[in-house]
Structures are given as structure tokens and as C-alpha cells.
């Protein structure tokens, strides 16, 4: 069988769009390296009326919601293995080595803390210093759900007709371009439209032996053997929920933290999260910077760093090094030059004020965008957005401003809106008020948890009504308590809405509605009462 009949039995819509209800035009077929591709779209013009360049949350979304507006869609997807070897299916890092597995490791600390707390309710749980997790079947039950993520995902664009090709993307003119397949051989498609999905990969810093010896979260999620005691260095979201969890699991992590922990969130709030983490025994080391790290005939890691304020030098010897100094944009790989894109940043990231290139007809969605929220649902609903545009006739853009997320460490942390630095950067301190306290969950005192670092807080503005700026949240299902005021912050809530908003008790989340103390006043925001 020829290769073009071979690839006109596989293609969803052979030869005819059922979407369209009418036949094909006469095949026009592509050849790069002898390999053929489909044929041209009713036009004669294109192969695809949209080409999504990766495969992860916001360039399935913008496909799926781009077929279900009538075009034809193609998909491209490529994982290049980490420097670790590690490599996984389609659906990008979210599903992969991001956003999911983390919060199932996340939810296994958690149970693992809640059977020590048992007792204090009244299980008899024998031998509690015996409790320990078993890493192999952990990582194997996350990576299942993976593994049936990345399955229906794939069923599910074959269900809905987008050609899913597994190569590595580039441009070779502004609406062609050529898929490297993983057995080295070529593909050549054109697209009327073309999205940039590509999303980006962990950086590794510039010292011996970081590539040779050390994992990131691309590789920690599925983990051959127990990561033991570890190093982690950098203190942004990924860092501190990686050693959070690791923590909670048994394995004892320490964190260099160059400047300031979770960088770009509330430092009032972060200094909260790295508290609780201290008192869990995650040691952290501030204003310190690797150096190098060595393999020692052991197979142990020695790992050197500095304090860049005393310039001390210290080590420490460690099973494993996990780098999440932050992640870098996969645009180099894309030869964006090509197709005539060089609204690039410093970066290399992306700048699309409203996903749109210098291109017109190339756009770009996701974590590749310069200056845009690194979250999946972000992502997802851009895509979607952008999809009603293109096909749908829709003029909606996305709303970047007020989007809520959470940092999953050992308490969570969970906010939308503005920071109050950046409240008060932006509005001035004498125009913001800033309401706050302490709270006591009521599952925490039985066991009697640390409550230390329970807390919140409204960032608004003084005058009246006194429009909310930021809510932040520090406490347990941080995530689930924030993502309801999220919507209230959209439609504009003040604080007397706020106020006069009558809690669930008891709940974490109705602590929001009992604020009253500002910071200004100097009063005390410990609570006296549960109930009253």
C-alpha cells in the first residue's frame, strides 16, 4: 500500500468532511523527505483551516472548541525526554508532570498526616512509627491515572475528527509547517490559521553537574526508586509544593531560596507558607545560590551552594537534587523566523496582547505567552475564546486580571486579585485597607494542630464601598475555599457585601465573612470565639 493511501485509510475524514457535507477537491499532497500529507481544504488553499503547535491543555481546548465551530483541525504533539530520559503521552505538562500528579502527591501527604491525627479522634491505628509510604506503588497509581488521562484524551480527538500527528513542530514558511516524526522522517502541512501551544520545560542552572545528576518535575512524578533525602532548589510554587509533599512523605527536603520565596504572590502570605513548612522540618536556606553538584562513588549527590549575603559556602551530601529555578519557553525548537514572528521577548517567550502575533493568522495560547498567568485553566479558556473568534464570530477576549489560583503546599495557599504590595504600589498605602486575621479550623483542634498560620485576608480600596482588590487565604483546601470569591471578585464585591454575607459554619471559608479588623486600627486579629 502507497503511503498516501495508507494515510487516506487512517484520516478521520478520508475523502469526505462530514462536518462540511460536501466531498473533498481533488487531493493535493504534500511531500517532505518522501513522506506524503493530506490533501488541501475545500479552498485548494490549505490542508487545515486551524494547526495547533502542542498538545497540552490550551492547544487541545482551542482544537476541540475550534471543530466543534465546523473547521478542520490538526494537532501536533511531541515530548522531547528530559535530560533524565523522562518522557510521557499526550496532554501536555498539566496532565503529565504538572497540575495533576502533583496534586495527587499533595493528597497522599495529606492522608499520610491524617492518620497520625486519627488518633486523636479515636482510631486505634497500631504502630504509628511504623507508617510509611511506599513510593513504587505511589508513583504507579499516578502514573495509571496518567497513563488513562493521556488515552482518553487521544480517543477523544479521534472521536471528534482533529488530526493528531505525534511530531515535533516547525515553521517553514508562515502557513506551512513540518513535523520531525520520532523515527526521524517528515510531514509537511499547511493551515489557514496556525495557534503556538508549546508551552515550556524547567530550566536547569548553569553549574557542574545540574544536567548530568540532577531531576525537575518533569522526571519526580515517576521515579524509579525513593527520592530519599533531597535538595530542592528554588523557592517559587513548584519548588515549595515538591518539598512540601516530599516532606509530608517521609523524605527530608531542603529548599535554597535565592531572593524571596513564591516570588510575584503576597510576601505577608508566602512568609505564612514557608513558616508552616519550617515547622513540618523542611529547612530552608535563604539568600543561597548552587554551586556545584558532584556524584559521589556512593551515588549519593554532594551538592555545594553560597549565601550571596554572607558568602559562606556550604554542602551537603543528598539522594537527590530537584532544580526548579523556573521554566524557559520551547519557542527556539519552532523557527518562528520562518513565518515572519519576532514579537519575541527577552525570554523568548511570546508577547500577543490579545493572542494574536505580528502574524495575523499565527496566535499563541498558554504558558508561551510573555507576561500571562502560567496556569492551566488560563490556558484553557484563552483557547477556547480564541476558537470562537476564529470560526465562531465571536469578539470575546480573554480577561487576564483577577485570576484565582493556589499553591499546594503542605497549608495552602490560595488567592485572587492583587497582592498587597502591588495594591499598594498601584493605588497608594493611604488608599488601601486592608482587613485581616486569624481563624482557628475547627478539624484542627482535636488534633491540636499548629494554628499559628491560619490566616487571611481582604486588600481593598478605603474609600467607600470599599471595592476588594485581593482576597488571600492561607489554611487547608485553600483551593476549594477560594475559587467561589473568585467569581464574587469578578462581579465587583465590596467589602459591606463582603460583611453582610451570612457564613456556612463551620467552615474555613466563612472566615471571609467575619472580617473586620483592619490593619490600620492595630487592633488584635486573634479571634476570642468560634461561634460568637
Not at 471543530?67 to 504533539?77: I, M, T, Y
Not at 503542605?410 to 498587597?420: D, N, T
Not at 472566615?511 to 490600620?520: D, V, Y
Request: net charge neutral; proline share 5%; hydrophobic share 40%.
Amino acid at each position: 500500500m502507497s503511503i498516501a493511501m495508507n494515510f487516506m485509510e487512517l484520516c478521520p475524514h478520508k475523502s469526505t468532511c462530514s462536518r462540511f457535507g460536501k466531498p473533498r477537491p481533488n487531493l493535493r499532497l504534500h511531500s517532505v523527505a518522501g513522506e506524503m500529507m493530506k490533501p488541501a481544504g475545500e479552498d485548494g488553499a490549505y490542508d487545515y483551516d486551524l494547526a495547533v503547535i502542542g498538545g497540552g491543555s490550551g492547544g487541545l481546548a482551542c482544537a476541540k472548541e475550534a471543530v466543534n465551530q465546523g473547521a478542520r483541525v490538526a494537532v501536533l504533539d511531541y515530548v522531547t525526554p528530559s535530560p533524565q530520559g523522562t518522557k510521557w503521552g499526550l496532554g501536555g505538562t498539566c496532565v503529565n508532570v504538572g497540575c495533576i500528579p502533583k496534586k495527587l502527591m499533595h493528597q497522599a501527604a495529606l492522608l499520610g498526616e491524617s492518620i497520625h491525627e486519627a488518633v486523636a479522634y479515636g482510631w486505634q491505628v497500631p504502630a504509628l512509627d511504623q507508617i510509611k509510604i511506599n513510593w513504587a506503588a505511589l508513583t504507579e497509581s499516578v502514573q495509571n491515572h496518567i497513563k488513562s488521562v493521556n488515552w482518553v484524551t487521544r480517543v477523544d480527538l479521534r472521536d471528534k475528527k482533529i488530526d493528531y500527528i505525534n511530531g515535533l513542530g516547525e515553521f517553514k514558511d508562515p502557513h506551512t509547517i513540518i513535523a520531525t516524526m520520532k523515527n526521524g522522517s517528515k510531514k509537511e502541512l499547511t493551515a489557514k490559521n496556525i495557534l503556538i501551544a508549546v508551552g515550556g520545560r524547567p530550566h536547569y542552572p548553569d553549574i557542574p553537574g545540574a544536567i548530568e545528576y540532577c531531576i525537575s518535575s518533569d522526571d519526580i512524578f515517576s521515579l524509579g526508586h525513593p527520592p530519599g533525602k533531597t535538595l530542592v532548589v528554588g523557592a517559587g510554587y513548584i519548588g515549595l509544593e515538591c518539598a512540601g509533599f516530599l516532606n509530608s512523605l517521609g523524605f527530608p527536603a531542603t529548599v535554597l531560596i535565592r531572593s524571596v520565596p513564591l516570588r510575584g504572590f503576597d510576601q505577608q502570605m508566602a512568609q505564612m507558607v514557608t513558616n508552616e513548612m519550617e515547622s513540618k522540618g523542611v529547612k530552608l536556606q535563604h539568600k543561597c545560590v548552587p554551586l556545584s553538584v558532584e556524584k559521589l562513588e556512593t551515588g549519593q549527590l554532594k551538592a555545594k551552594w553560597l549565601n550571596t549575603e554572607t558568602q559562606e559556602q556550604s554542602e551537603d551530601v543528598f539522594d537527590t537534587v530537584l532544580i526548579a529555578t523556573g521554566r524557559y519557553a520551547l519557542t527556539k525548537q519552532l523557527n518562528l523566523d520562518a513565518a515572519g514572528v519576532n514579537c519575541l521577548s527577552e525570554s523568548g517567550k511570546v508577547i500577543a496582547e490579545t493572542e494574536q502575533t505580528n502574524v495575523p493568522h499565527i496566535y499563541a495560547v498558554g504558558d508561551v505567552l510573555e507576561g500571562r498567568p502560567e496556569l492551566t485553566p488560563v490556558a484553557i479558556h484563552a483557547g477556547r475564546l480564541l476558537a470562537r473568534r476564529l470560526f465562531g464570530g465571536s469578539t470575546q477576549l480573554m480577561d487576564y486580571d483577577n485570576v484565582a489560583t493556589t499553591v499546594f503546599t503542605p497549608l495552602e495557599y490560595g488567592c485572587v486579585g492583587l497582592s498587597e504590595e502591588t495594591a499598594v504600589q498601584r493605588h497608594g498605602a493611604d488608599n488601601i485597607e486592608v482587613y485581616h486575621a486569624y481563624y482557628k479550623p475547627t478539624e484542627f483542634f482535636i488534633p491540636q494542630r499548629n494554628i499559628r498560620n491560619c490566616y487571611l485576608k481582604a486588600v481593598a480600596r478605603r474609600e467607600q464601598p470599599q471595592r476588594v482588590l485581593g482576597l488571600h487565604f492561607v489554611g487547608p483546601v485553600a483551593g476549594e475555599v477560594i475559587q467561589g470569591f473568585a467569581a464574587a471578585i469578578k462581579c465587583g464585591i465590596t467589602m459591606e457585601q463582603l460583611m453582610n454575607t451570612v457564613g456556612i459554619h463551620p467552615t474555613v471559608a466563612e472566615e471571609f465573612t467575619r472580617l473586620n479588623i483592619t490593619k490600620r486600627s492595630g487592633k488584635d486579629p486573634n479571634p476570642a470565639s468560634c461561634c460568637s
